[in-house]
């Protein structure tokens, strides 16, 4: 069964609530709530009004501004948003309705499929992370400033037709019609045999989804890599925009070496009116692969629960990030607390780590930057970031930077903000355990 709704939090009462609407009260209580749990409530304005806001999603867009945090300039708030409940019951059950395909620019005037998730239309089309795209509806696609076009294209039509241009040169013509399917977040898993090292690797595109199949599918991941006597790990986290922390948590029992058993894995702290809820949890190692590293790819993509997985196993494996940007930096998250139709999703914990290490609003930085090697399909060792990992597990050290890949790096730096469009739909978020508050 898939996990729908992961808390409830009892309902506020307003005063003057006669003669309201419903749409009036579920504004009121939107706001109620959010200067209830919202971790920045102190900065909401007194005269702050619900009512001038149109649903709890602008409500939620419009408290951002007030999260001011000690040793940054800007509000650190991206993420706060509400959505219906019939919405968010697809969208945290892995159910998507779309291509099951996401697209990035690889240069300004390059667009490539990054990802393909096998259930989608896409998948059951056999197109791969790659190909290059021609064009759309017979428009030509080579300008970052058709992203709205792209979008709406990719991820808001029932029918769309694309003229790809294959790694061969070869062109194919295919029309793909959107459809409700469930995601599978592993993309691809393997283990290279090079030398004397043996390297486990996965691609993880989100920890949304089906969460008993999830953790089957980690079960048999980890399974493989201890049957073949892998000796390093590579994850490749670059498009996973987080969800459940459970899930991270999952991996993390796994990555976790034996000495770290019973050891502080993360602690969620809350607000000042609800210290109450703090809570740690500890690591419980599962399987027998003890590792002393581990090697996270990595782009801006790579947010919330994949950082924090990130951030919580440092501590313990001497971690190596690869990938072309910072991550996204979201060391927050939040529960759906139902407000009338919706849930509305205001930032309401920190998770910090073992070494109290928490507020990394900017990001992880790579060790070593790579190219996303948007050319490639996945598990290809000579796609850059890959290429670079195993580089350094053979030989004990990262590659020089060839001029190409620099170059690469440097347009894929420029092209953030055009590619942060193109990923505007994707999830980014670090949902927790429920918790009743009252």
């Not at 006597?229 to 034996?258: F, H, K, Q, T, W």
């Not at 597990?393 to 092209?415: F, K, Y």
Request: glycine letters at 6%; a positive charge; hydrophobic letters at 35%.
């Amino acid at each position: 069964m898939f996990l729908l709704i992961l808390s409830a939090t009892a309902c506020k009462k307003n005063k003057n609530t006669n003669n309201k609407s419903t749409d009036q009260l579920v504004k009121d209580t939107t706001l109620s709530y959010a200067r209830d749990i919202y971790i920045w409530y102190k900065n909401i304005p007194s005269g702050f009004n619900a009512q001038s806001y149109s649903d709890p999603n602008k409500i939620m867009e419009a408290i951002r501004p007030y999260s001011t945090e000690p040793g940054f300039t800007a509000p650190v708030d991206r993420w706060s948003f509400a959505m219906l409940q019939s919405e968010w019951n697809q969208v945290s059950s892995g159910v998507e309705a779309d291509f099951g395909m996401r697209v990035f620019f690889r240069t300004s005037t390059d667009l490539r499929v990054a990802s393909v998730d096998k259930n989608g239309a896409a998948g059951m089309a056999s197109i791969k992370r790659g190909w290059k795209i021609n064009t759309i509806n017979g428009v030509p696609v080579n300008d970052t400033s058709q992203s709205n076009f792209i979008v709406n294209a990719v991820y808001y039509s029932p029918t769309t037709n694309f003229n790809f241009i294959l790694p061969d040169n070869t062109t194919r013509n295919i029309t793909l019609n959107s459809q409700l399917f469930t995601n599978n977040p592993f993309l691809l898993d393997t283990v290279y045999s090079i030398g004397s090292n043996k390297i486990g690797y996965f691609v993880l595109n989100s920890f949304l989804g089906d969460t008993n199949q999830v953790r089957t599918d980690f079960n048999r991941v980890f399974t493989r890599f201890t049957t073949a006597g892998v000796n390093d790990v590579v994850i490749d986290l670059r498009y996973n925009g987080g969800g459940y922390v459970m899930l991270a948590e999952y991996m993390l029992n796994y990555l976790v070496p034996s000495a770290g058993n019973g050891q502080t894995m993360l602690t969620y702290s809350f607000n000042d009116k609800y210290t109450r809820f703090n809570s740690t949890l500890t690591y419980k190692k599962k399987g027998t692969i003890n590792l002393n590293r581990v090697f996270f790819i990595v782009s801006k993509q790579s947010a919330s629960a994949s950082e924090m997985a990130i951030n919580c196993i440092k501590p313990f494996l001497d971690v190596k990030l690869v990938g072309p940007s910072n991550t996204h930096g979201k060391p927050v998250g939040f529960y759906p607390i139902p407000v009338g139709n919706w849930f509305m999703f205001p930032v309401s914990f920190r998770t910090i780590n073992k070494n109290n290490e928490a507020n990394f609003f900017n990001g992880f930085a790579p060790d070593n930057i790579a190219a996303d090697g948007l050319d490639k399909n996945w598990g290809d060792v000579d796609e850059s970031s890959l290429s670079k990992a195993i580089r350094y597990i053979t030989t004990g050290g990262w590659a020089r930077m060839a001029p190409t890949d620099l170059t690469e790096v440097h347009e894929q730096l420029r092209l953030i903000p055009s590619n942060t469009k193109l990923d505007m739909p994707a999830f980014k978020g670090m949902v927790a355990r429920p918790v009743k508050m009252q």
